[in-house]
């Protein structure tokens, strides 16, 4: 008997498990519904956010310098409100150094668990119509800014969910996007792009993908984060087992967005028993020269100075007392000679690092190109009242110190390693430039005039060994400083039409931090992007857009796809 069929899809049921819903009919209708059971072996995605894209919940006291009501130290899923202040009065915009510092502590914050619902209205508003929000937040989904990363989690949920027919014909729906009639729109390639035929898609369609997201406290190291990232994937495997009825035999992908790949890496290089591949957005592999400026002078873009900071003062209290921002900055694998001065002739008078940033740079406490200054890690409200001390520089800087060495360990631990199953994906935009390198220009310095009642005139050139041992005088923390000349040096100069000796000790200078100077996603450099795609099994350098919204770019969901199913595709049983 030849009865006709019809393909009854299923989806994900409030608890977890597919389900399928059939309509009864009339007993003359003798068309036979066909439910295809999605496999029984998986492959978890586990999506991490980067930096500032996990909301955190204030377990101290200071989630109350918000409002009364507020439990976030961290919200981003509010940019114009909490963040900025447009549409509330009330916002992270609106606190003070100090605010920000106790608001942001590593050791009074906590990333979401699965179990808080404080911000239901939000998730609901991201997940609907994909999965039901009972599961959503079971996966996690709660746990990273939905705003930023919805969009990829939802596409891979629905895409990765119907491969193939049940006849074993690819599924046009997904297929579509990752096996394009020109795949080079995507961008420009590193590694050997491998069509996805008939026969792969098969094979990634043994498996299903559930998808998981797992925020961390960016504001610890990455190594805690990783360490957080284990407790999590075991949870999420016995849920699966447990709950799902699941096989996980085949551990689970990683999915990173820039400071994720670095937990990531860490969390790799330490169980790769659990990790089937890894797929990288815009990860600041061996650090950001961007990370340098913003401590110095704030956010460079209009937006991120409204809500973040516009000048250092804001950043340094975050970044001296947070691990996980200073991993951003670069590292020894970065190289040599990224910070540099200029005349202004353009003639060049130093680069640092000769070999170590951490010694040279971010450890230095009085040169005018240092990271940090002392009295802006822990600033005060206000001057304490006479008689009675303020707070301890000292002990400040003992405690930024310790971070740093933490950073320098946690790079030095991370070393090279990437995962040998790695995609990536990366901008090496020249409309969208970064800094690869820091360049402070000196203006004509001015020698003091010898004579009373006549103005001061233009000084002679600096010498690099002058301009490394200027004394700082003041800075705007908007990228300007102000110094003085400690180097007595006799030199012939002009002054009043008249050539006269002139001793440099006491010229006053300034110099002027320059723009951003490598093609790249606007935050990280095309230089750091790139580093160790080399190891990748394929990497696609890319256009268009910007480091926060790279999985809202359409080319990126598409490769990202790609790049899963063909993990999927090629993938191993592992010792779990």
């Known amino acids: 008997m030849n009865e006709q069929t019809r393909q009854v899809e299923t989806h994900v049921g409030r608890d977890g498990n597919p389900v399928a819903h059939v309509t009864m009919s009339p007993t003359s209708n003798l068309m036979r519904c066909h439910v295809e059971a999605p496999p029984d072996q998986a492959i978890p995605i586990i999506f991490l956010p980067g930096i500032m894209g996990s909301p955190l919940i204030a377990t101290g006291g200071a989630a109350s310098l918000i409002d009364d009501k507020n439990i976030w130290a961290w919200f981003p899923d509010d940019p114009s409100g909490w963040v900025a202040g447009i549409t509330k009065w009330s916002s992270y915009s609106s606190l003070s150094p100090a605010q920000r510092k106790r608001l942001l502590n590593p050791n009074e914050t906590r990333p979401l668990e699965i179990t808080d619902e404080a911000h239901r209205g939000t998730v609901e508003k991201f997940v609907r119509g994909s999965i039901p929000l009972e599961e959503a937040f079971r996966r996690g989904w709660g746990s990273v800014s939905l705003d930023s990363y ?33 795949s080079s729109h995507w961008g ?11 026969e792969a898609l098969q094979a990634a369609a043994k498996f299903r993908y559930p998808v998981f997201a797992v925020g961390y406290n960016w504001l610890r190291s990455s190594e805690s984060s990783a360490d957080h990232l284990y407790d999590r994937i075991n949870a999420i495997l016995s849920y699966c087992k447990e709950s799902l009825s699941l096989a996980c035999d085949y551990g689970v992908i990683l999915l990173t967005h820039s400071m994720g790949g670095l ?100 450890l230095e406490t009085q040169a005018w190109w240092r990271l940090m200054d002392p009295l802006w890690i822990d600033p005060a409200d206000e001057d304490p009242p006479r008689g009675t001390p303020g707070p301890s520089v000292a002990l400040a800087w003992k405690n930024y110190k310790k971070k740093v060495e933490d950073a320098e360990s946690f790079h030095d631990k991370l070393g090279d390693y990437y995962h040998p199953n790695t995609y990536a994906t990366y901008g090496g935009d020249e409309g969208k430039r970064a800094f690869n390198t820091i360049t402070w220009c000196f203006t004509q310095n001015i020698a003091p005039s010898s004579i009373a009642g006549r103005r001061a005139t233009a000084g002679p050139q600096l010498s690099g060994v002058e301009a490394l041992s200027l004394r700082l005088t003041s800075e705007n923390y908007e990228g300007r400083v102000m110094m003085i000349n400690s180097h007595s040096r006799i030199s012939r100069i002009k002054q009043y039409g008249i050539d006269v000796e002139h001793d440099t000790f006491n010229d006053r200078h300034m110099a002027d931090l320059q723009v951003a100077d490598q093609a790249g996603d606007s935050t990280v450099p095309l230089h750091s992007a790139q580093h160790g795609t080399d190891k990748a099994r394929f990497a696609v350098k890319m256009k268009g857009y910007g480091h926060q919204d790279s999985f809202k770019d359409e080319r990126v969901k598409e490769v990202t796809l790609y790049a899963l199913l063909r993990i999927g595709a090629t993938a191993q049983k592992l010792q779990c």
């Open 188 to 198: 420009d390639f590193q590694g050997a792009y491998v069509p996805l035929d008939k």
């Open 150 to 182: 919805g969009e990829i989690l939802k596409f891979l949920e629905v895409r990765l969910s119907a491969i193939v027919t049940p006849q074993g014909e690819p599924m046009p729906a997904t297929t579509d996007r990752v096996v394009p009639v020109d």
């Open 263 to 362: 937990v990531a890496r860490r969390f790799a290089q330490q169980y790769p028993e659990l990790v089937q591949g890894i797929v990288h957005s815009v990860q600041p592999s061996v650090g950001a020269a961007t990370a340098y400026r913003r401590v110095r002078a704030g956010w460079e873009d209009f937006l991120g100075a409204l809500g973040l900071g516009g000048t250092g003062k804001k950043i340094m209290p975050i970044f001296a007392n947070a691990a996980g921002p200073l991993e951003l900055l670069p590292n020894r694998r970065y190289g040599a000679g990224w910070l540099r001065a200029e005349s202004n002739h353009g003639d060049s008078l130093f680069q640092l690092p000769a070999a170590n940033p951490y010694s040279e740079i971010y």
